[in-house]
C-alpha cells in the first residue's frame, strides 16, 4: 500500500510548508494526483488522516484533482491521451512501469510509452495564522 507512504510524504510537505508560515493549523490541501500514479483516492485519504494525527494538520481537508495520463508513439510522435479508457481502468500496479501497453490513437501502433500522468504534487495549502489583534 504505497498510499500510506505517500501520505507521510505529503503530510511533511505541508508541515514544513506550514512552519514556514507561522501556521496554527492546516485547514485544506489540494493535491495533484497523476491517472497513472495508481494511487487510490480514497486509501490517500485516509492515509493522510492517520499520517497527520496529533498534527496542525489533523482534520485537513484534503481534496485531490487528476492529472490526465498522456502516452508517446514512438512511431507517429503522437503525444497525448489514450483513445482506449477501458485498458486504462484495468492497470495495475506493474503494468505503468512497462512500455508498449497503448495503443496509439492516431497511427494505431503500440510503440508507445508513458509521458505523463504519474505526478503528484501538493498544489495549494490552506493554513490558519495565529489572529495579530
Known amino acids: ?35 497513472f500514479t495508481m494511487l487510490n483516492d480514497d486509501q490517500l485519504k485516509f492515509s493522510f488522516e ?18 490526465k495520463g498522456e502516452i508517446e508513439c514512438l512511431d507517429c510522435q503522437y503525444k497525448g491521451e489514450i483513445a482506449d479508457r477501458e485498458k486504462k ?8 512501469d512497462l512500455v508498449n501497453i497503448f495503443e496509439c490513437p492516431k497511427c494505431h501502433s ?12 501538493v498544489n495549494n495549502i490552506e493554513i490558519e495564522l495565529e489572529d495579530e489583534s
Open 1 to 35: 500500500m504505497h498510499e500510506f507512504s505517500t501520505a507521510v510524504g505529503v503530510v511533511e510537505t505541508v508541515l514544513d510548508v506550514a512552519r514556514q508560515n507561522n501556521a496554527i493549523k492546516v485547514k485544506k490541501i489540494e493535491l495533484v494526483v497523476g491517472e
Open 50 to 67: 492517520i499520517a497527520s494525527e496529533g498534527t496542525i494538520a489533523e482534520g485537513a481537508e484534503v481534496i485531490i484533482k487528476k492529472q
Open 89 to 96: 481502468e484495468e492497470l495495475d500496479h506493474f503494468v505503468v
Open 110 to 121: 503500440n510503440r508507445t510509452k508513458i509521458s505523463g500522468g504519474r505526478d503528484i504534487y
